[in-house]
Nanobody, 124 residues
């Protein structure tokens, strides 16, 4: 089983940037699709981005397309979420998750392993 640890959250101003990292351990990282999810206050957790196991295929939700980018480095067991042009509504707890299922668009019910989450707050 893979264990996931997120880092990089914090406070940012509107229009600012943050870079989240998800480091995996305890498994062969390249065996897993990795996704980034956000749970905003009072809302359900939503899939923001996902990346395939080795070919670098990505999915970005419409709400973050053009502002966020997902990438991975399997040699370092890391998946990053670069967040630019942050908006107030980007505030929430960000989770990375991993799954064997190769599909990129499917939601949280298909993910088997989860990190503990990292808080992102966008505020002026």
């Amino acid at each position: 089983h893979v264990q996931l640890i997120e880092s990089g959250g914090g406070l940012a101003q509107p229009g600012g940037s943050l870079r989240l990292s998800c480091v995996g351990s305890g498994g062969t990282f390249s065996n897993y699709v990795v996704g980034w999810f956000r749970q905003a206050p009072g809302k359900e957790r939503e899939l923001l981005a996902s990346i395939s196991k080795t070919w670098g295929l990505t999915y970005l939700a419409d709400s973050v397309k053009g502002r966020f980018a997902i990438s991975r480095d399997n040699a370092k067991n890391t998946v990053a979420l670069q967040m630019n042009s942050l908006q107030l509504e980007d505030t929430g707890v960000y989770y990375c998750a991993a799954k064997v299922d190769p599909r990129l668009l499917e939601g949280e019910e298909t993910y088997e392993y989860w990190g503990q989450g990292t808080q992102v707050t966008v505020s002026s």
